[in-house]
């Protein structure tokens, strides 16, 4: 078994910045993509970045260049860096594992519970 945990969110002001970090538990050997979704009241589970093992990211269009994934392979752990945040990027973001590699099983699709991000004045 394993679990995903996220912490750091939050209420900040606009133009504010906040970490995400997200927390695989369990017996795991490698973790192969690991990524950010974000969810809005009454919008669809949306992107926001991932990353590979050996560090090739992606964005969505709406946070490049103000939010940066970045992750920790041996403590198999994931950061989301969130800067220059605006209201509209008030969510609950979740914690995504496309695939864990454990002792003699694999997991696939793993999520977190989720950490509420609002941004507001």
Known sequence: QVQLVESGGGL??????????????????????MGWYRQAPGKQRELVAT?????YTNYADSVKGRFTISRHNAKNTVYLQMN???PEDTA?????????????IW???SWGQGTQVTVSS
């Open 92 to 104: 609950v973001y979740y914690c995504n594992a496309d695939r864990i590699r454990g002792d003699g």
């Open 84 to 86: 220059t945040l605006k």
């Open 12 to 33: 900040v002001q606009p133009g504010a910045s906040l970490r995400l970090s997200c927390a695989a538990s369990g017996r795991i050997l490698s973790i192969n993509i």
């Open 51 to 55: 990353i590979t093992g050996s560090g």
């Open 107 to 109: 997991y696939f699709d």
